[in-house]
């Protein structure tokens, strides 16, 4: 990117300030490393040879690439690539020492479709869900096709199992595992711990033969790690008395141990696990704040990408006092204000967490309600610039993780099932009357806001609680969700049903209840909604149903269209669409 000039404000720094995802090493040569960067004003992807200090740009994509792999044996990098930002597309390959002249598709015979796993290719489409499998350089041959939601999720270090996570039994949410053999496509065993209960895959041990998949259940009432064995088909769940979630990261190499990720109450810490003398594990160094990303390397080296509400991320390691392995080059971003926990209590008497980021000087403040999206996702304090660009022009910001987030438990997470929309909306202003309690918001300046699933609650809060709020910033909403399960991709629809308990023809009501386009008559506040042309989770059609009733009543309103998908990898447009953002609130409620 070129030199900023100096008088760039810091929030836009933050924007343009490079950072680096975490990496993907290959197996057998873990100095190449497939990483993104923007540092180059998007998301691209990277073969970075740490041994010999070289790298390579490998995409040019005018909307960017987010993830990439390097192949095991170090010889390519891999990429799932669409053309607009739909999500429907196709694994592509490219030599990690060579250039766009050799790219190819990963696998031969497989068609453009949304993706649904790597390791062995699983595609969704109209048609269901199916996986490929091909072998060597030769073309893919259909293993499986079925209308159940099915993800690839990995294959054995030997290369003869394949875990497949499944709703065979109706629930999407929860999933149940299989493995099978590849190249026959039998079945080798079967994980499910019936109604109400997930089961989610975790990495296969790294050492050949040895058939152990690291899995994550949920009998306890909150995430934990086990062991299954699909040598002698045993299973063994790791009993750990810890209070947050626990996942796995991954193995260490010659697999004696397992990486855990710990997050409780939106912080994280590692974790080193002996399977066998379980509950026993220590702590990895690190710094505090939100770990996302983490392995371990050949030589048992774990690295990390960590980051707090105050500090960009940075890709560590726990040797050598944390110091960063990789970096992308360019100028840091400056630091931003801490963010502080707060607690409070819903209507229904549930302790709700979230954080809160304050401006100088005493409240109230004019204050963001930021709704995150998911739903099954959480705030955690790790670094925003959205945050920084609000609290930079003088407006609080307060995250709170409503019931359905993730990080509290498993009851806490399944309370929006079959009851979608309403607790959220209830939870964020239980969340805004505390803060206004406590003196830190000005109830007259609040402003409801949120992304995805949070545009959606933002949209449903406008027209529920109308003269709560000054303002509304709903961004890749779902705003009418007839319409928007009909466009939606088949794993979204699949998420639907299980979360209202069928489609819209099953439970019509519902999902008309639960409708932002249902409350829009009664919306007074100035509302912007930022949409992509090419969404296919929050689909454009169902947000101009929305808009045209806005403008039908006259409302104070405005859209702000961009031409990529479910959100912008170009840090131009990220700015961009800030900005938009800051004025109109500037315009509406002054900070």
Same mark, same amino acid.
């Given at each position: 990117?070129? %030199?900023?000039?100096?008088?760039?404000?810091?929030?836009?720094?933050?924007?343009?300030?490079?950072?680096?995802? #975490?990496?993907?090493?290959?197996?057998?040569?873990?100095?190449?490393?497939? +990483?993104?960067?923007?540092? &180059?004003?998007? #998301?691209?992807?990277?073969?970075?040879?740490?041994?010999?200090?070289?790298?390579?740009?490998? &995409?040019?994509?005018?909307?960017?690439?987010?993830?990439?792999?390097?192949? =095991?044996?170090?010889?390519?990098?891999?990429?799932?690539?669409?053309?607009?930002?739909?999500? @429907?597309?196709?694994?592509?390959?490219?030599?990690?020492?060579?250039?766009?002249?050799?790219?190819?598709?990963?696998?031969?015979?497989?068609? !453009?479709?949304?993706?649904?796993?790597?390791?062995?290719?699983? &595609?969704?489409?109209?048609?269901?869900?199916?996986?490929?499998?091909?072998?060597?350089?030769?073309?893919?041959?259909?293993?499986?096709? *079925?209308?159940?939601?099915?993800? +690839?999720?990995?294959?054995?270090?030997?290369?003869?199992?394949?875990?497949?996570?499944?709703?065979?039994?109706?629930?999407?949410?929860?999933?149940?595992?299989?493995?099978?053999?590849?190249?026959?496509?039998?079945?080798? *065993?079967?994980?499910?711990?019936?109604?109400?209960?997930?089961?989610?895959?975790?990495?296969?041990? %790294?050492?050949?033969?040895?058939?152990?998949?690291?899995?994550?259940?949920?009998?306890?009432?909150?995430?934990?790690?086990?062991?299954?064995?699909?040598?002698?088909?045993?299973?063994?769940?790791?009993?750990?008395?810890?209070?947050?979630?626990?996942?796995?990261?991954?193995?260490?190499?010659?697999?004696?141990?397992?990486?855990?990720?710990?997050?409780?109450?939106?912080?994280?810490?590692?974790?080193?696990?002996?399977?066998?003398?379980?509950?026993?594990?220590?702590?990895?160094?690190?710094?505090?704040? &939100?770990?996302?990303?983490?392995?371990?390397?050949?030589?048992?080296?774990?690295?990390?990408?960590?980051?707090?509400? $105050?500090?960009?991320?940075?890709?560590?390691?726990?040797?050598?006092?944390?110091?960063? +392995?990789?970096?992308?080059?360019?100028?840091?971003? %400056?630091?931003?204000?801490?963010?502080?926990?707060?607690? #409070?209590?819903?209507?229904?008497?549930?302790?709700?967490?979230?954080?809160?980021?304050?401006?100088?000087? =005493?409240?109230?403040?004019?204050?963001?309600?930021?709704?995150? *999206?998911? %739903?099954?996702?959480?705030?955690?304090?790790?670094?925003?610039?959205?945050?920084?660009?609000? @609290?930079?022009?003088?407006?609080?910001?307060?995250?709170?993780?409503?019931?359905?987030?993730?990080?509290?438990? /498993?009851?806490?997470?399944?309370?929006?099932?079959?009851?979608?929309?309403?607790?959220?909306?209830?939870?964020?202003?239980?969340?805004?009357?505390?803060?206004?309690?406590?003196?830190?918001?000005?109830?007259?300046?609040?402003?409801?806001?949120?992304?995805?699933?949070? *545009?959606?609650?933002?949209?449903?809060?406008?027209?529920?609680?109308?003269?709560?709020?000054?303002?509304?910033?709903?961004?890749?909403?779902?705003?009418?969700?007839? $319409?928007?399960?009909? !466009?939606?991709?088949?794993?979204?629809?699949?998420?639907?049903?299980?979360?209202?308990?069928?489609?819209?023809?099953?439970?019509?009501?519902?999902?008309?209840?639960?409708?932002?386009?249902?409350? +829009?008559?009664?919306? @007074?506040?100035?509302?912007?909604?930022?949409?992509?042309?090419?969404? /296919?989770?929050?689909?454009?059609?169902?947000?101009?149903?929305?808009?045209?009733?806005?403008?039908?009543?006259?409302?104070?309103? !405005?859209?702000?269209? #961009? !031409?990529?998908?479910?959100?912008?990898? @170009?840090?131009?447009?990220?700015?961009?669409?800030?900005?938009?953002?800051?004025?109109?609130?500037?315009?509406?409620?002054?900070?």
């Amino acid at each position: 990117m070129p %030199p900023e000039p100096t008088s760039t404000p810091p929030w836009e720094r933050r924007f343009r300030a490079p950072t680096v995802m #975490f990496p993907r090493w290959a197996r057998h040569a873990p100095d190449r490393l497939a +990483v993104t960067t923007n540092e &180059t004003g998007a #998301f691209q992807v990277y073969a970075w040879d740490r041994a010999r200090r070289t790298r390579r740009r490998v &995409t040019d994509h005018p909307i960017g690439i987010l993830d990439a792999l390097a192949t =095991p044996d170090g010889d390519g990098v891999v990429w799932f690539h669409d053309e607009s930002g739909s999500e @429907v597309g196709q694994w592509v390959f490219e030599p990690f020492r060579g250039d766009a002249r050799e790219r190819r598709p990963l696998v031969e015979g497989v068609p !453009d479709a949304w993706s649904a796993g790597l390791t062995i290719v699983g &595609t969704a489409d109209e048609k269901g869900f199916a996986v490929h499998v091909a072998k060597g350089d030769g073309p893919a041959t259909l293993m499986h096709q *079925g209308e159940w939601f099915l993800e +690839v999720t990995g294959i054995s270090r030997d290369d003869a199992l394949v875990c497949l996570e499944h709703a065979e039994h109706g629930d999407v949410l929860r999933r149940a595992l299989r493995v099978v053999d590849p190249t026959t496509g039998e079945v080798v *065993g079967e994980q499910w711990d019936g109604d109400g209960l997930g089961l989610r895959a975790g990495p296969w041990s %790294p050492v050949p033969g040895d058939r152990r998949l690291a899995i994550v259940h949920e009998r306890e009432g909150r995430l934990r790690p086990g062991v299954w064995d699909l040598g002698n088909g045993d299973r063994f769940d790791l009993p750990l008395d810890l209070p947050g979630d626990v996942s796995v990261a991954g193995w260490w190499p010659d697999g004696s141990a397992l990486l855990l990720l710990h997050e409780h109450d939106g912080r994280s810490e590692l974790l080193h696990c002996d399977p066998a003398s379980a509950p026993s594990a220590r702590r990895v160094r690190h710094p505090d704040g &939100t770990i996302m990303g983490a392995g371990v390397r050949a030589d048992g080296e774990v690295w990390y990408r960590v980051s707090s509400g $105050a500090q960009a991320a940075s890709i560590r390691n726990d040797r050598n006092g944390h110091g960063e +392995v990789i970096a992308p080059e360019g100028d840091r971003a %400056p630091d931003g204000v801490p963010y502080r926990s707060i607690r #409070f209590t819903n209507p229904r008497g549930d302790e709700v967490h979230g954080f809160l980021a304050t401006p100088p000087g =005493p409240g109230p403040h004019p204050i963001v309600m930021d709704v995150h *999206g998911g %739903p099954t996702w959480q705030y955690s304090d790790d670094f925003s610039p959205a945050t920084q660009a609000w @609290v930079d022009h003088g407006y609080a910001v307060a995250k709170v993780n409503y019931r359905g987030s993730v990080g509290y438990g /498993t009851a806490f997470r399944d309370a929006l099932i079959g009851d979608p929309g309403f607790p959220e909306v209830e939870d964020v202003v239980a969340g805004l009357e505390a803060l206004v309690a406590d003196g830190v918001a000005d109830p007259t300046r609040a402003i409801l806001a949120g992304a995805s699933w949070g *545009g959606y609650i933002t949209l449903l809060g406008l027209g529920l609680h109308p003269d709560r709020w000054a303002a509304g910033l709903a961004g890749v909403p779902v705003a009418d969700y007839v $319409a928007a399960y009909q !466009d939606e991709a088949p794993g979204l629809q699949a998420f639907d049903s299980s979360l209202f308990g069928g489609s819209p023809e099953d439970v019509p009501d519902l999902y008309r209840e639960r409708s932002p386009l249902t409350y +829009v008559d009664r919306v @007074v506040a100035p509302v912007l909604i930022l949409a992509g042309d090419n969404d /296919t989770r929050c689909p454009i059609r169902q947000i101009l149903n929305y808009v045209e009733r806005l403008e039908a009543r006259g409302s104070t309103f !405005d859209v702000y269209r #961009f !031409d990529a998908g479910h959100g912008s990898l @170009v840090v131009a447009e990220r700015i961009r669409q800030m900005a938009a953002q800051l004025a109109f609130v500037r315009d509406h409620v002054p900070g």
